[in-house]
């Protein structure tokens, strides 16, 4: 019988998930990450309080599999929150859900589980994956839910990731995995989602940053795109890209365009400047592993709730330039552009800058 470690995070998609995989015949072993803690301003219904702890012990209790709590504290600490903090500084709005799946989910916990002599690794991820049988390759696919998918997040997975890994969720939709778990009575099955950054409380970026950086965000100058003076901001790290709301008022409306970190400055434009149809990216990853040698046309998205629009891609040295057919609003450095292939995820990369 295969054995599988699966991240229960104490909410109703990776409880289900555990159940699937035991009725599919595996031997399932249940596993919660304390990435971060209370004591830690973590907030008390995150996905690792102790709450959540206890309620992803109580589902492995009733669905009669072993349970362990595995601290990647420390880890979390350094690719995750000091990566956030760091990039709001420079100006940059990141994802750490992104670099959690990187560095965590995908890397330290498949590394565990195959320490303890675990074939596979699972979690609650609405995605799917399949195999090739032209390539022979390994494939990541939207998930059939379209509302609930989470490929965006998964693009940094590789073919090694991706033959140890398991997602049972792909071909479900949120209704169904609660009417699952309401059925085998779990306490979970009514469980709101998780809708902020885990380790940010009620959404205050700002607050967190400094907080955690020890701080004083400076007010400085907001231009227009002429370099005018038109107002003053509150510190970079309360702004990002395409933001209009709490800028101020100017008679019109306007929306952030850059955050100059260099210079302490916030350059907003009019109505319509906060599109762009061309970007570049770095730290260009491919599932298949290949990199790109000539120009593909492409699905991208460039932020997890977008819808994926056409473009063409083409390497630029180690970057990518990223073309669209039509403008994208607020193309966001720091954030993930993710390449399609109609259901299937090509691959990523980090935006830099748009042209």
């Known amino acids: 019988?295969?054995?599988?470690?699966?991240?229960?995070?104490?909410?109703?998609?990776?409880?289900?998930?555990?159940?699937?995989l035991k009725e599919q015949g595996y031997e399932v072993i249940g596993a919660t990450m304390r990435l971060w803690t209370c004591s830690d301003a973590y907030?008390?219904?995150?996905?690792?309080?102790?709450?959540?702890?206890?309620?992803?012990?109580?589902?492995?209790?009733?669905?009669?599999?072993?349970?362990?709590?595995?601290?990647?504290?420390d880890l979390f600490r350094e690719k995750v929150v000091d990566y956030f903090v760091n990039?709001?500084?420079?100006?940059?709005?990141?994802?750490?859900?992104?670099?959690?799946?990187?560095?965590?989910?995908?890397?330290?916990?498949?590394?565990?589980?195959?320490?303890?002599?675990?074939?596979?690794?699972?979690?609650?991820?609405?995605?799917k994956i399949e195999k090739?049988?032209?390539?022979?390759?390994?494939?990541?696919?939207?998930?059939?839910?379209?509302?609930?998918?989470?490929?965006?997040?998964?693009?940094?997975?590789?073919?090694?990731?991706?033959?140890?890994t398991i997602m049972p969720l792909g071909a479900y939709n949120k209704n169904e995995v609660r009417k699952i778990a309401e059925k085998l009575g779990l306490n979970v099955a009514g469980k709101p989602d998780s809708q902020e950054i885990c380790f940010v409380e009620d959404g205050k970026y700002a607050d967190f940053i400094a907080d955690y950086a020890n701080i004083n965000p400076?007010?400085?100058?907001?231009?227009?795109?002429?370099?005018?003076?038109?107002?003053?901001?509150?510190?970079?790290?309360?702004?990002t890209v395409g933001q209009r709301k709490g800028i101020g008022a100017y008679g019109r409306p306007m929306f952030v365009l850059k955050i100059d970190a260099e210079n302490n400055a916030l350059i907003l434009g009019e109505k319509g400047m906060e599109f762009s149809?061309?970007?570049?990216?770095?730290?260009?990853?491919?599932i298949s592993g290949d990199m790109l040698k000539e120009p593909l046309r492409v699905q991208a998205?460039?932020?997890?709730?977008?819808r994926p629009a056409k473009a063409v891609i083409e390497m630029c040295g180690n970057d990518i330039r990223v073309e669209f057919d039509e403008p994208q609003r607020a193309v966001t450095p720091g954030q993930a552009v993710v390449f399609y292939n109609d259901d299937e995820v090509l691959g990523g990369a980090t935006v830099t800058h748009t042209l």
């Not at 709005?93 to 590394?111: D, E, Q, V």
């Not at 149809?277 to 491919?286: E, N, R």
């Open 87 to 127: 990039e709001y500084i420079k100006g940059r709005t990141p994802n750490p859900c992104i670099a959690c799946n990187h560095y965590l989910k995908f890397s330290a916990f498949l590394n565990k589980a195959r320490a303890m002599g675990i074939d596979y690794i699972a979690t609650g991820h609405y995605a």
């Open 132 to 164: 090739s049988n032209v390539t022979n390759k390994y494939t990541l696919k939207m998930s059939d839910a379209m509302g609930k998918d989470q490929s965006y997040v998964l693009y940094t997975l590789t073919q090694e990731q991706l033959s140890h």
């Open 277 to 286: 149809k061309t970007l570049i990216a770095s730290d260009v990853h491919f």
């Open 301 to 306: 998205k460039v932020r997890y709730q977008a």
């Open 218 to 239: 400076q007010e400085g100058n907001i231009l227009d795109t002429y370099g005018n003076v038109i107002g003053r901001h509150k510190g970079l790290i309360r702004y």
């Open 1 to 20: 019988m295969k054995k599988v470690l699966i991240g229960m995070s104490g909410g109703v998609d990776s409880s289900v998930a555990a159940y699937l």
């Open 43 to 73: 907030p008390e219904s995150g996905c690792c309080s102790d709450a959540a702890v206890e309620d992803a012990r109580r589902v492995c209790d009733k669905l009669g599999i072993e349970f362990y709590v595995m601290n990647f504290k």
